[in-house]
Nanobody, 116 residues
Framework: QVQLVESGGGLVQPGGSLRLSCVAPGSIFRTYAMGWYRQAPGKQRELVAIIPGRSITNYADSVKGRFTISRDYAKNTVYLQMSNLKPEDTAVYYC??????????WGQGTQVTVSP
């Protein structure tokens, strides 16, 4: 059973920052695209950011300029640095490892709540 272990969620005020972390098994981390998705209540899960390799990144329009995804190969960890958080960023955030269309793994999710 492949496990992606997330951490770093919590409650933050609007304008604040949080950093999410996700540790993956090395065999997965080295060969899979890594990404973050989120799901707000009553909404579909949506892509937040993805980093397929060492440097190329892609972001949802709603988070561009505020969120940064990165990966540390020494620690088998992918990060999501979130700044200038808004109430609409409130959601459960999921770590994803993806290889093509046939192989994907998910973390258990971590709650991010942005509220005064």
């Amino acid at each position: 059973q492949v496990q992606l272990v997330e951490s770093g969620g919590g409650l933050v005020q609007p304008g604040g920052s949080l950093r999410l972390s996700c540790v993956a098994p090395g065999s997965i981390f080295r060969t899979y695209a890594m990404g973050w998705y989120r799901q707000a209540p009553g909404k579909q899960r949506e892509l937040v950011a993805i980093i397929p390799g060492r440097s190329i990144t892609n972001y949802a329009d709603s988070v561009k300029g505020r969120f940064t995804i990165s990966r540390d190969y020494a620690k088998n960890t992918v990060y999501l640095q979130m700044s200038n958080l808004k109430p609409e960023d409130t959601a459960v955030y999921y770590c994803n490892a993806q290889q093509g269309v046939a192989s994907a793994y998910w973390g258990q999710g971590t709650q991010v709540t942005v509220s005064p």
